[in-house]
């Protein structure tokens, strides 16, 4: 496995390398070598199957990971490659070309992340949703809680008390402060 | 080609286009839309396919997911380490056991929480009853996509079986939530293997019942020998796992690839076939099922009978686990069954991905294998990939 | 200064993601005449329901309560993970046969409808599509702590917390998920409704009908149809 890694840095600029378990490694690279690396990985470095493409909202640093893990089945490898976009003017390039199923995970992403993959097929088509009109859910500046509380009707629940405050109000009323924390 | 074999009139039909997919021009009139789902009795759970039709034959489909959407991987993001047990076992109703593991896997490798022996072991029978069921649920299945309702009536007396012993172990009959992070939640009840070995009996006479019932059924054969070829070469193209993957000829099975648990000490051998129809993909499942009940035999005669089953965990409300991500596999009865975690250093997940294989077996594999099928096949077809809708929009 | 350049207003935020399929657009009818159609716009469901009136014989309206209350006729409609469950219930461990219920393949011929647990916004349009088809007398039988209060999806943005907002409910089967055992006590229950000529909330949803409209309408923003339904 690092005999790989070695190999693949001396062409693409890798970062934070982690092996993570013997047969298994996370490397970052930059946004403009990502697809050319998994071509890359995928046509001469035998990683044939494709198990996921997600991604992580790093709100704080303004970026978006997007992780391509990507499995040898003969060599019993694999190789997670992530890469950094921005978040603002969130866009990636497509690799619906590699593999059929990154198409639809690229729906996913578009619709629960707003990123464009300028280019994969039926892109705009609803994946999942159906008439959604706010921020993308997944981000993590969406407040479902709140969202939830606004469209739905909740029912009334039953209050909680802190039993500390709750006891102290019983049994020392002189002492308490008339508030009970929930 | 039998002796009355007519070639027919295909000029109605729609030609390929410049992409090799078929052009079909819905003004034409020529083209019925008909909606399989979600309403309807031949879908595999709360998913709908939008297929056109030219006669009875389908040239065009799509899938419609997102019916069961619950945005889980939002939620996880929302609740404490432990709370996401209950949330992440919620993802795929059909064998939710496989959503415990990878869910305590992961936070127990990103927290370097080592699990005790005996929880290895018990983990392990756990997860091998769960595909038992899930496999008692989907063979006699099969039969009943073509109208043999009689086997899924006995599988289903079967699977309650497993069921009581799950009860009778972790108190809940589809949602156990007896893994906890560390371990699971306790030892085996007393006299449990004995009355195991007992339903085991009964499920070893209902495999040679089925395999009677179903696979000498001259209506079965017809209805599913060539039935919706799978190309070995789609085996990578479009990501397919499991026993679909194995009945095209590809040995792939995380419990020997990538072994987990005690799988490493268990004899076992994955089934192979060559030609992955129906018929095939639905036989090697039965295959499965003969294997689940010797693995589940091999585990209790050689577990150990008592033991520390959970090892010591951080006070649940203050947990943090560092800041990394880890991706973890396990073999579900469909196949490859995947959890990405991402921890940031704080109390909460920052990002949960689950991989089900129907994610890409019911989505873009289901809509090219559908072209040119018939419309009475799609019920057979979708359950001979086992799709699960849940665990395609989570 | 990127801090600076974050900061915009949420409504701007959201119009940024708009679908372009929710654009108005023109289409073309089988007619050939040429018309406007908004996606968002309801265009299904302006009938209104009818309220059923019962027979003013009260014998005779008790003898009809008890034959509908002996063959409870269930649409088949798996709506969420509760629908495991029902499988079990319809084969010969539990036996719902027994007690005269029956799985449906459609709503035309149903007059239960199970709602199994949790409703996404997407399986709700579906799941009152359904219930508006099928013909009166009909009863909803809703499963689960979801569809009390949400259970533990509470904070869910696509999954609703109240039922009885949307469509009515005549029993609550409680549990995570009911056990087949808890449905039969849930039928059984539903049946002596029934035959005490209780279960008439389809007359409230008639009576509430604008009630009930505004809050599916509230949720519920695609009303799209494709073009070659048109």
Request: neutral net charge; glycine residues 6%.
């Amino acid at each position: 496995m690092k005999n790989l890694i070695n190999k693949l840095s001396k062409v693409y600029e890798l970062s934070d390398v982690v092996y993570q378990r013997p047969n298994f490694t996370y490397a970052t690279t930059t946004k403009e070598n990502t697809i050319s690396l998994i071509t890359q990985l995928r046509d001469l470095e035998g990683f044939s199957h494709f198990v996921l493409l997600s991604c992580v909202d790093w709100i704080e640093d303004n970026l978006f990971q997007l992780t391509y893990i990507l499995n040898n089945p003969t060599q019993k490898y694999d190789i997670a490659i992530r890469c950094m976009i921005d978040r603002n003017e969130a866009a990636m390039t497509s690799a619906h070309y590699l593999w059929e199923q990154i198409a639809t995970y690229q729906r996913e992403l578009k619709e629960m992340y707003g990123i464009e993959f300028p280019g994969s097929p039926r892109l705009n088509e609803n994946f999942i949703l159906e008439g959604w009109d706010n921020i993308p859910p997944m981000r993590r500046d969406f407040d479902t809680k709140k969202y939830s509380e606004e469209t739905f009707f909740p029912r009334e629940r039953p209050s909680s008390n802190d039993p500390a405050t709750y006891m102290k109000s019983r049994l020392h009323p002189d002492e308490w402060d008339g508030k009970i924390a929930e | 080609m039998s002796l009355f074999h007519i070639e027919s009139d295909r000029s109605k039909y729609p030609q390929p286009g410049d992409d090799g997919k078929l052009v079909v021009d819905l003004d034409s009139h020529k083209y019925v839309k008909l909606w399989q789902g979600p309403n309807h009795p031949g879908v595999t759970g709360n998913m709908a396919i939008e297929l056109t039709l030219a006669g009875d034959e389908i040239v065009q489909a799509k899938t419609h997911v997102g019916y069961l959407h619950r945005g889980f991987e939002k939620l996880i993001e929302r609740r404490l380490f432990l709370q996401g047990m209950q949330t992440s076992i919620r993802m795929c109703v059909a064998e939710p056991d496989t959503n415990e593991y990878v869910y305590c896997q992961c936070v127990e490798e990103l927290s370097g929480i080592e699990i005790p022996e005996m929880a290895k072991w018990i983990r392990t029978l756990v997860l091998e009853m769960s595909r038992l069921q899930s496999f008692l649920r989907v063979v006699p299945g099969q039969g009943g996509t073509t109208g043999l309702g009689i086997g899924v009536q006995w599988g289903m007396y079967m699977r309650e079986l497993i069921l009581d012993r799950f009860e009778e172990l972790t108190g809940g009959r589809i949602y156990h939530m007896y893994f906890t992070p560390g371990g699971v939640r306790g030892l085996l009840p007393q006299g449990f293997k004995k009355r195991m070995e007992e339903n085991l009996k009964e499920i070893d006479d209902f495999i040679i019942r089925i395999d009677d019932l179903m696979y000498s059924n001259a209506v079965f054969k017809k209805r599913t020998v060539d039935v919706a070829v799978i190309n070995p070469s789609w085996v990578d193209k479009y990501g397919i796992v499991g026993p679909v993957a194995r009945s095209a000829g590809f040995n792939r099975d995380v419990r020997k690839d990538y072994p987990y648990l005690i799988y490493d000490q268990l004899d076992f051998e994955p089934k192979v076939m060559n030609h992955s129809d129906i018929y095939n993909r639905s036989r090697i499942r039965w295959y499965e099922l003969q294997q689940s009940v010797d693995l589940i035999r091999q585990i209790m005669a050689r577990m150990p009978e008592n033991g520390d089953f959970k090892a010591p965990t951080p006070n649940v409300l203050h947990w943090e686990i560092p800041k990394g991500e880890a991706y973890v596999r396990a073999e579900s009865s469909r196949g490859e069954y995947g959890l990405y975690m991402v921890t940031d250093g704080s109390t909460k997940p920052r990002r949960v991905n689950l991989r089900g294989p129907s994610y890409t077996q019911a989505v873009c594999l289901l809509e090219d294998m559908l072209v040119g099928a018939n419309i009475a096949d799609v019920h057979s077809i979708m359950v001979s990939l086992q799709t699960c809708p849940p665990e395609i929009e989570r | 200064m990127s801090e600076e350049k974050n900061i915009i207003q949420p409504a701007e935020q959201a119009s940024k993601f708009v679908n372009p399929l929710y654009a108005k657009r023109e289409v073309t009818g089988p007619d050939g005449i040429k018309f406007i159609v908004d996606p968002l716009r309801d265009y299904f469901s302006d009938q209104r329901p009818q309220i059923y009136e019962p027979n003013s014989i009260p014998v005779i309206e008790k003898f009809l309560n008890w034959a509908r209350a002996e063959s409870l006729w269930v649409l088949g409609f798996g709506t969420g993970c509760g629908s495991i469950e029902i499988a079990p219930l319809l084969t010969p461990r539990f036996d719902a046969f027994r007690y005269g219920v029956m799985p449906r393949p459609t709503p035309r011929q149903s007059n239960v409808f199970i709602i199994s647990g949790y409703l996404s916004i997407k399986t709700l349009k579906r799941v009152v599509r359904s219930y508006e088809q099928m013909p009166n007398p009909k009863y909803v039988l809703a499963l689960g702590s979801c569809t009390i209060n949400g259970g533990m999806y509470y904070d869910s943005y696509n999954t609703i917390n109240r039922l009885d907002h949307y469509i009515p409910v005549d029993a609550y089967v409680a549990g995570c998920m009911p056990r087949p055992e808890a449905l039969l006590a849930g039928f059984n229950k539903l049946k002596e409704l029934i035959k005490d000529g209780k279960a008439e909330n389809a007359n409230e949803y008639a009576k509430n009908f604008d009630w009930y409209k505004a809050n599916q309408k509230k949720i519920i923003k695609d009303w799209n149809m494709p073009d070659y339904n048109w």
